[in-house]
């Protein structure tokens, strides 16, 4: 097949025209400001030392005493040698922070769409739905940095495994790995794991589909060249996995040596978290409409309402002084939710959802069955402690699974899932596949 420009022509400009946006909606980074990240603030003061170290000698420190009372630093941002995957990511991430991971949720998106055979236009759309669901850009404003890395890969490593199991074997292989190696390098093991979930709901859905299709040979031949491709990903991920290996036994997600509680009664004892700790972010059962109707349980522990909210007048009314009454209003606690610390709502968008439900009524076969799978998946397990049993479970019998804390981030999978379907709702709608009837029944 000969190189045509015209078309790749729609992409390019595709590409740019998300640069643009990038950039515009981070605007001030074009002035050299930077976001004020709560996270990366303490990260700053974490890392100084080796940062200085390495400024000093051109050598590496793997051990700082600026954190805690000494710590390894293979989490606060370690270098190794020969480490040529992370040259890639540096090499995609070309704009300035946060704009490179608004992009690269954009273009990782985009990418998924276009291998699901998506014209490029509703690729566009989707991808836009996705990268600006709310709480992508809520971890960019607390400076949850790796984890936002990590999500921006997650298509992008779909779209290697679905192009393998499309058959198209040499052009799957490659994007696997070299997308799964991404998506490890950005150093989030808690977003790869619930990655893992999404991939095993993807591969049952194809296995179901090649037993019903007789084509069993072939779906195994692709999991097989997957399982390399992952191996080669891991490998090019040495270094920071076996470091992260060793250290996890002595940190928390390891073994205690602490066999009573501070008040004296017995420690259960695990291999991992406390129960307590895993769950301590637990998605509320009535927070689930934050997801199309915004705020519905409030907003963030701590927002700016300003100078002429009631709340200024109220704490006025009380005696505070015009300085006191400002700053109360400047941290009002507009969240009313089961968890201890909310920045925002997480706001999926009342199109893209009713776009979601709509396409429940048209898309048929495995590409829905996934979506639906890995969605309800992800909700029933962001809840947490408030639906204990399946929680316990997984805490007790899934492996790694009481590694992780702060479960209701496990929402990352149904806020990927949900404008996939979306956008396959509006290409059966604007399609000529489904005669006007039928498509006039599912909008009803």
Request: proline share 4%; aromatic share 14%.
């Amino acid at each position: 097949m000969h190189f045509s420009f015209k078309r790749i022509a729609p992409h390019i400009l595709v590409l740019i025209g998300f640069v643009v946006i990038s950039l515009a909606y981070f605007s001030p980074v074009l002035k050299g400001k930077q976001i004020l990240q709560s996270d990366i603030v303490q990260y700053i003061g974490m890392s100084k030392q080796q940062k200085d170290f390495r400024a000093e000698t051109g050598e590496e420190t793997y051990w700082t005493n600026g954190a805690f009372s000494g710590m390894p630093t293979y989490q606060l941002g370690a270098k190794y040698p020969h480490n040529y995957i992370k040259k890639l990511d540096l090499t995609l991430r070309f704009l300035p922070r946060p704009a490179d991971y608004l992009f690269l949720y954009l273009l990782s998106f985009y990418v998924l769409l276009l291998v699901l055979k998506v014209d490029f236009k509703l690729a566009a759309l989707g991808a836009l739905a996705f990268g600006f669901s709310t709480y992508l850009i809520i971890i960019l404003g607390v400076g949850h940095n790796s984890k936002a890395h990590a999500i921006a890969y997650m298509p992008l490593v779909l779209s290697g495994i679905i192009l393998t199991f499309q058959r198209k074997y040499v052009a799957g292989f490659l994007l696997t790995t070299v997308a799964m190696g991404l998506q490890i390098v950005a150093n989030h093991f808690q977003m790869t794991y619930y990655l893992l979930f999404l991939v095993i709901v993807l591969g049952v859905a194809y296995l179901f589909d090649a037993y019903k299709k007789k084509i069993l040979p072939q779906y195994f031949k692709s999991v097989g060249i997957l399982f390399a491709a992952v191996f080669l990903a891991i490998a090019l991920n040495a270094t920071g996995i076996l470091a992260t290996k060793e250290y996890v036994k002595e940190s928390t997600r390891g073994q205690s040596e602490l066999t009573i509680n501070p008040d004296g009664s017995p420690k259960e004892i695990t291999s991992g978290l406390d129960r307590d700790y895993i769950t301590q972010f637990s998605y509320g059962f009535l927070e689930t409409f934050n997801l199309f109707i915004p705020r519905f349980m409030g907003g963030g522990n701590g927002e700016n309402l300003g100078k002429d909210s009631a709340t200024y007048e109220a704490f006025r009314k009380l005696g505070a002084s015009p300085t006191q009454a400002l700053q109360e209003s400047k941290r009002a606690p507009m969240y009313w939710g089961d968890q201890p610390i909310v920045e925002a709502p997480a706001y999926v968008g009342a199109v893209v959802l009713f776009l979601f439900v709509f396409a429940l009524f048209l898309v048929k076969g495995r590409l829905k069955w996934w979506i639906v799978g890995a969605a309800i998946l992800s909700l029933l397990l962001s809840y947490g402690k408030n639906l204990s049993f399946l929680t316990n479970f997984f805490i007790d019998y899934v492996p790694l699974y009481n590694k992780f804390r702060a479960v209701s981030s496990i929402q990352v999978i149904l806020e990927l899932c949900i404008p996939v379907l979306a956008i396959f709702g509006l290409v059966k709608l604007l399609g000529k596949s489904i005669h006007i009837e039928e498509k006039l029944k599912a909008l009803l």
